[in-house]
Every structure is written in structure tokens, then in C-alpha cells.
């Protein structure tokens, strides 16, 4: 029992003495790993390391962020200003690595564990603003798993930032993020209390963010899971009007609480995706406010006509692109993904006013056809489709007050009273379109 005891102590000698310098290497390969994983990720962005001092049981690198393109590069460029001219922006990651299969040497520090791994980490941002980096605040902790997972979590306290007379201020900040790069898996999740910009001409409010997800790679270029999010309120005064101590009135426009549900999932190639949407106290101009629900889902959608069709929309934007160019590929790839047949629900869209509601409900069914031979008229008569909308009286009235056109909607039978709603009713299957019980027709000699 004795000699059992004295090797399970020696045991963990040598895993508290010894591993930290053998792991120490594994760590900073998987920190590595993780960084050009992520720039492979996102193309505007370019990761190198600075160097990498390895103790045996902690180490020290650097690395550098380059933002090549994107909105993020603008903004960070205009921060910079003219010293920064003809540079990419840079964020700086400085590290500490306290590595060892148990990481003894992060109990000195904040947020130090003891969870077995290949290394705890605490890293600082810095924004090279010129010749100069500038501290950016809040800190990541990290810690890299035995399998090279990495699982991250960046903590920011209350504060405020001014410049160019604009002013950001911001409360608790807590965002965790694990990466897996044998998988391409990212689960994330985090929130922040609050966020504020006040300017000369705008002042915008930000309260309660959270949010959510699990993301895997689809292997048609972009990924798939469930996200979560949330809003309390946004709250804009457009033309703010202070007190002699520099207070706000009330806020002139006022929304949410805001949430989003979504989930998407891919199965031999196909594509299935559902979102709620749920916005409250959307500002109606002269109308007051409404809450707004959506409800839809798309289904065995082509994945590869999916991920071609980003890629496309991502290159339209691109400076330089050859839009004709584009558009035609872009129309080539709406067609295969027509061609590959799907379905397309929206289960629910309600708006609901001070003068009633408006709701909706639609459902589109395209079967599988040959895409060689594929037209738009071949692709409609395949096409199964139903729509159904109530709009409340008191809502028609004000819109025929305010355009007389809407009359003649009603008297061409579009809408139709049913009680204290209008309706319409629609139907089109096999090229057949009947709107409240009577039959329209549909010209598809025009289409190609």
C-alpha cells in the first residue's frame, strides 16, 4: 500500500516537473494551429507569428493579425488616420502560455486552472495604429485541450473610448469561443450589458446582448448549426438635446427586445434551415408601434447551388468585379439550385399595429427537374404554391385613404371582406393561379 502510494506521488512529480517542458512545444504547435485555422476562416485576414520564447514551464509569443480587406480594415484605417497610410491595420496578440499537463504555474495568476491540458493561456490586444500599438482593452484567457482544442474567453470591464468627438462606452463584456481544427467546429457564446456611441449628430444605445451558437463546416463553404440571439432594447436619439450636465432626454426612438432563433442542418447534400425572428415595438411612422414575427424555413435546398451562390454574392461585392460577368453566373447558379428542387415555408409573418393585424402565410413546393433543359416556364409549372394574408379593416381604410388605388385591388376581387378582415387566398399549381376562388392567368411566354 505504502509503495503504492510513494509511485503515485512520483507519478505526479513527473507530471507537474517534467511535462511542462515536453508540452510546452505541443501547446505552442496547437496555439499555431488554431490562428492559421481561423485566417484560413476568413480570407481578409493574414496571421504571423512574431516569435515565441519557450521556457519549461511557461512561454511567451506574439502574433500578428493583418486586416487586408473588409469593413473592419475601413474602420481601423480611419482610426489609424494619415500616419497609417499605405499600411494594413494590425491587431498584436501578446501571450503567456503556462503549459504542462497541469498548468501549476497559472494558479498565480486571474482566471489559472488546473484542468489537464496542453497549456492555459492569458493573452492582450494591441491595435499598430503607424509605428505605433496601441492597448486595446479587455484580456483573453485560454486554455488548449489534449486533442488541440482551444477554448477561449475574452473579458472586458466597464468603459469608454472617445475619438474625433464620438464617444463609445460599454459595459461588461464576456465572450467565450471554442475552436476545434481537426473538426472545423466553433461553438461560441457570450454577452455584453451594454453598448453606447454618442456623437454630435446621433446617440445610439445598445442593452442586453447575448447570443449563442454551434457551427460545423457544410463542405459547400459555409457552415451549418443552431445560433441564438437576443437584443433588450436599441434605443436612438437622432437629434440629441442635453442638459447643462451633458444628460440625454428621452430617447426618440425605442426597439425591441429583439431575438433570433435559426438553425440549419446539411444531409446528403442537402440543405435545411428554419429562423424566428421576433421584433417589438417597431416604430410605424403615424401608425405607432408594432411587434413583428417571422417564422420560415427553407428545405433539402442543393448545398452546392447554396455555397456557389455566396461565393458569387461575396465577389459582386468585391471591388473590381466584373458585375456582367457575375450576374450571368450568378443567374446559372439560381438555376441549378431551382433545377435541384426544394421547398421554401414561411410558417408565420405577423405584424401586429394599434389598428389590428396583418398575417401571412406562405408555402412554395418546386420539384426536381433536368437542369440541362432547365427554363424559368418549365420550372414554374413545376412549381406548387399557396399564400395566404388577413389584413385588418381598420388597416385597409387607412390605406385606401392614403391611395385610391388600393379600391381597386379590393373591387378586382384581390381582397376580399371576411368579417372584420380582408383576405386573399392564393393558389398556383401546375401553372394554374386562382386568387379567392377565381382563376387569373399567368403569361410565361415573356420568361427564358
Known sequence: MKKSFVALLIGLALIIL?????????????????????????EEVVVSSQGFDRGWFSSEGQHRIEIRDGELREL????????????????????????GLIP??????????????????????????????????????STVGLTGELRSNYVLGPGS???????????????????????????????????????MTDDVRIEEISFSGEQ???????????????????????????????????????????????????????V?????????????????????TLDMRIVDADGRAIGNIKRGLENLRAPGSPDAMMSSELEADAKDLVAAGFELHIDEARISLPQGLVETELHVSVDESDPAGFSWPEALLAMDASANISIAEDLVRLAMA???????????????????????????K???????????????????
Not at 464620438?166 to 469561443?177: E, F, I, K, M
Not at 467546429?185 to 453606447?196: K, L, P
Not at 448549426?225 to 433588450?232: A, F, K, L, T
Not at 401546375?430 to 427564358?448: D, F
Open 161 to 199: 473610448f472617445t475619438h474625433e468627438g464620438a464617444t463609445a462606452r460599454w459595459g461588461d463584456v464576456d465572450v467565450s469561443v471554442t475552436t476545434s481544427p481537426s473538426s472545423g467546429a466553433v461553438t461560441f457564446g457570450g454577452a455584453v450589458a451594454s453598448f453606447a456611441v454618442d456623437s
Open 18 to 42: 517534467i511535462s511542462p517542458g515536453i508540452v510546452g512545444r505541443l501547446a505552442e504547435k496547437s496555439m499555431d494551429e488554431n490562428l492559421d485555422w481561423a485566417a484560413t476562416e476568413a
Open 402 to 428: 392614403a391611395d385610391p388605388d388600393v379600391g381597386g385591388i379590393i373591387g378586382m376581387g384581390f381582397l376580399q371582406k371576411d368579417g372584420d378582415v380582408y383576405v386573399l387566398r392564393a393558389e398556383f
Open 272 to 292: 435545411s434551415a428554419r429562423t424566428r425572428l421576433g421584433i417589438e415595438n417597431t416604430p410605424f411612422q403615424d401608425m405607432g408601434n408594432a411587434d413583428i
Open 76 to 99: 481601423l484605417l480611419a482610426y489609424a488616420g494619415t500616419d497609417a497610410a499605405g499600411k494594413l491595420p494590425a491587431l498584436i496578440i501578446d501571450t503567456r502560455i503556462d503549459h
Open 216 to 270: 460545423v463546416p457544410s463542405g459547400f463553404g459555409f457552415r451549418v448549426g443552431p445560433v441564438e440571439g437576443s437584443i433588450g432594447s436599441i434605443s436612438i436619439d437622432a437629434a440629441p438635446s442635453r442638459t447643462s450636465v451633458g444628460a440625454l432626454d428621452e430617447p426618440r426612438t425605442i426597439l425591441g427586445p429583439i431575438t433570433v432563433d435559426a438553425d440549419s442542418s446539411v444531409d446528403g447534400g442537402r
Open 104 to 141: 501549476v504555474t497559472s494558479m498565480a495568476r486571474d482566471k489559472g486552472s488546473l484542468v489537464p491540458g496542453l497549456g492555459s493561456a492569458v493573452s492582450t490586444l494591441g491595435f499598430e495604429a503607424g509605428e505605433e500599438v496601441v492597448p486595446l482593452p479587455g484580456t483573453i484567457y
Open 430 to 448: 401546375r401553372g394554374l393561379l386562382t386568387v379567392n376562388g377565381a382563376p387569373m392567368p399567368i403569361p410565361l411566354t415573356g420568361l427564358q
